[in-house]
């Protein structure tokens, strides 16, 4: 159950929904009726492969305990991924007993301080989708009802199987969501630097506009120019373009050795 209708335009809306089951199976989990939430956690990001196949093709794993700072605090989101085919985060939130109005209202603090901190220019409204052991469809559509912000209520059991992708189709797409993930890390990345030397942006830049500005600062990580080409491959991948799995890869190994000459950069001025 969603308010995706009334908090995402139309075609945007039908395929959020697409990405939602009703139910998912966590068949791969051997939890007891004495599991605590972060037991469920824990259990969900050592089977994060067999986490994404049941998700359904096109998520990329960005973090687990993501951490967020919001005025001078921390907080941390359970799991955290982004959809490759609608460009998007998506916060996921597991619990281990019925939903209750408090969640909503927990994911929707989550889902702002995301858009505010985390989403790219081009990217489209976080989505965030709460797991519960069962659920009450009334007392869901009135803790959704006057939320601004998009978000699905599904049920899970740990057991019975359901069809999943093919570990084939999963492997064709693995590059792909490499490639979104680091460019998150990037992105954080550059972001951080920006801020320590002075670097100010007129509006939210995405990783070319930062790279660039990077570059006219000086001194700079040796690869910038190829991360600059790799930098297209990036964006392509994150706003569904359909990339060579060849390219992808380059891409990775390029945007792995400029994060590390970045952080080396970053630990030299310290």
Request: charged content about 25%; hydrophobic content about 45%; overall charge negative.
């Amino acid at each position: 159950m969603t308010n995706f209708p009334q908090t995402l335009p139309a075609e945007q809306s039908e395929l959020a929904q697409q990405i939602l089951k009703d139910l998912y199976t966590f068949e791969f989990l051997a939890l007891g009726p004495e599991m605590l939430e972060r037991d469920l956690e824990r259990g969900l990001i050592e089977h994060v492969r067999s986490l994404i196949l049941e998700l359904g093709k096109g998520f990329a794993f960005v973090g687990s305990q993501y951490h967020l700072e919001v005025g001078r605090q921390d907080y941390y989101l359970d799991l955290l991924f982004y959809y490759l085919r609608l460009s998007c985060f998506v916060v996921i939130d597991p619990k281990i007993e019925d939903f209750k109005p408090e969640f909503a209202g927990k994911m929707n603090f989550y889902l702002a301080a995301v858009d505010d901190q985390l989403r790219h220019l081009d990217d489209k409204p976080t989505i965030g989708i709460i797991l519960c052991k069962g659920r009450n469809d009334v007392i869901i559509e009135y803790a959704l009802r006057d939320s601004s912000k998009p978000m699905g209520v599904a049920r899970y059991q740990l057991s019975q199987a359901l069809p999943l992708p093919t570990v084939a189709e999963f492997a064709r797409e693995f590059p792909l969501m490499s490639v979104v993930r680091l460019r998150i890390e990037i992105e954080r990345g550059l972001r951080d630097i920006a801020s320590e030397r002075g670097i100010g942006f007129d509006r939210p830049a995405g990783i070319l506009e930062m790279l660039r500005g990077l570059q006219r600062q000086g001194p700079t990580p040796i690869s910038i120019e190829q991360m600059l080409d790799a930098a297209g491959v990036m964006n392509e991948v994150s706003h569904g373009v359909d990339v060579d799995a060849e390219a992808a890869r380059a891409a990775v190994e390029i945007g792995t050795l400029f994060l590390s000459e970045l952080q080396a950069l970053r630990s030299s001025w310290r």
